[in-house]
């Protein structure tokens, strides 16, 4: 999904380095090559810092609470050589900087992930304007989203990251004090996996999701365009030329939509005869998940699966929310040097985000995301990374 454009958006305060007096433990490099000093920072009068969780079986993931973002996640090949599957930077200065360097890399987006449209929100009988930062619309909660805020971290094992955000009555204009949280857990057997809770005083609308950028092929300096892709999804939600969501719901049945039977990208990311893959120049797409029935997510059931043909390192993906925002790196390639000073090409990555349909508080048929005083929003999302031949049942 595009990421919010930077001359919307700038970090409220100056990001001021930390005394250099850290243990010899926090300045080794992680296994992913990271800096855990690089990391450590004052953003918004709040501390930064880099966490790191891994388990016995060589998966290393590590986790910035600027934004609630993954920086890293090392997972063996099928040769066992340790590799790094996701895209972003090698310290805080790149993230906080969203004008020489704007991403949502690996980010725990809020308010409300993807957009709504023309920015208006309507909840109990009282409408809202919100940012308007992309199109039109509001993206990722707005100019100074979650994304871009710090979270209070508590990491009470070498597995567990629980990340904790108090969002405002009025943040972004979104009505009602939001207290939110996004834990990480490493499991045994190489799984990430994530959810996300939250409470609110006013009725208003929550939408989470994780936006790491996957590349399994090891190499995220060359196109990732030869990864396969499966989806368990009949249908699709189209969007026009403004990625705003037009309240269709589409059979992906003789489209380039269809990923029901796995593919590699390149034989259909380029077929602009298709609308749909010309006003995005690639996937920007929503899917509705096959998983979600009646009001209710399976997340035992394999949603979609990404796979390296090169690595042979394959994810499949599981999730309790009804649609998947599909992101195939469109805009890559602005030339800026990320993690490791690799310049990532357009179409590096894939994004696989869980979520409500977007614009969903506009369209009352589609599942709500409204949040009333008393309930609890809960959202799952798991990512288990294996090897060998392409399947959609590991």
Same mark, same amino acid.
């Given at each position: 999904? %595009? ?44 501390? $930064?810092?880099?966490?790191?969780? %891994? ?34 930077y090698d310290n805080l200065k790149q993230y906080t900087d969203s004008v020489n360097s704007p991403s949502d890399y690996g980010s725990s987006v809020g308010r409300y992930?993807?957009?709504?449209? /023309? ?89 989470? $999701? ?11 300096? %060359? ?23 037009? /309240? ?12 029901r039977k796995a593919h590699a990208l390149e034989e259909t990311i380029n077929d602009t005869t298709y609308d749909q893959i010309r006003n995005a120049t690639g996937y ?75 614009? $969903? ?26 090897? /060998? ?6």
């Amino acid at each position: 999904m %595009k990421p919010i454009k930077s001359a919307l958006f700038g970090v409220a305060a100056t990001v001021l380095a930390l005394s250099a007096c850290t243990s010899s433990k926090q300045a080794e490099e992680t296994v992913s090559g990271l800096n855990p000093a690089r990391f450590d920072s004052i953003v918004n009068n709040k501390k $930064t810092a880099l966490y790191t969780l %891994k388990n016995n079986n060589g998966m290393e993931v590590c986790i910035t609470n600027f934004g609630g973002r993954v920086v890293s996640v090392v997972v063996p090949d099928a040769n066992g050589k340790p590799t790094d599957v996701v895209l972003g930077y090698d310290n805080l200065k790149q993230y906080t900087d969203s004008v020489n360097s704007p991403s949502d890399y690996g980010s725990s987006v809020g308010r409300y992930a993807n957009r709504i449209g /023309g920015g208006k929100l309507t909840v109990a009988g009282k409408t809202y304007q919100l940012p308007q930062n992309n199109f039109g619309h509001c993206l990722h909660g707005g100019n100074s989203g979650w994304m871009y805020q710090v979270y209070d971290a508590e990491q009470p094992n070498d597995t567990t990251l629980v990340l904790t955000i108090v969002s405002p009555d009025g943040d972004n204009n979104f009505p009602g004090t939001v207290t939110a949280h996004t834990t990480y857990k490493v499991l045994s057997n190489n799984t990430l996996d994530i959810t996300f809770d939250a409470t609110t005083d006013k009725e208003t609308v929550v939408n989470m $999701t994780n936006h790491s950028y996957f590349n399994l092929n090891g190499d995220p300096s %060359k196109e990732g365009t030869n990864m396969w892709l499966y989806i368990n999804a009949d249908n699709f939600t189209p969007a026009d030329s403004t990625y705003m969501t037009t /309240g269709e719901i589409r059979k992906v049945e003789g489209t380039p939509m269809d990923f029901r039977k796995a593919h590699a990208l390149e034989e259909t990311i380029n077929d602009t005869t298709y609308d749909q893959i010309r006003n995005a120049t690639g996937y920007d797409h929503n899917w509705c998940l096959n998983t979600y029935k009646n009001g209710k997510g399976d997340d035992s059931k394999t949603c979609a699966v990404l796979w390296s043909p090169v690595t042979k390192i394959g994810l499949s993906m599981y999730t309790n929310e009804p649609g998947v925002q599909v992101y195939t790196g469109n805009f890559q390639g602005t030339g800026i040097s990320c993690k490791h000073g690799i310049k990532y090409p357009k179409h590096v990555s894939v994004c696989l985000e869980s979520q409500k349909y977007p614009d $969903t508080p506009n369209k009352k048929n589609w599942p709500s995301a409204n949040l009333k005083p008393g309930e609890k929003y809960f959202s799952h999302v798991a990512y288990r990374f294996w090897t /060998g031949d392409f399947a959609t049942d590991k």
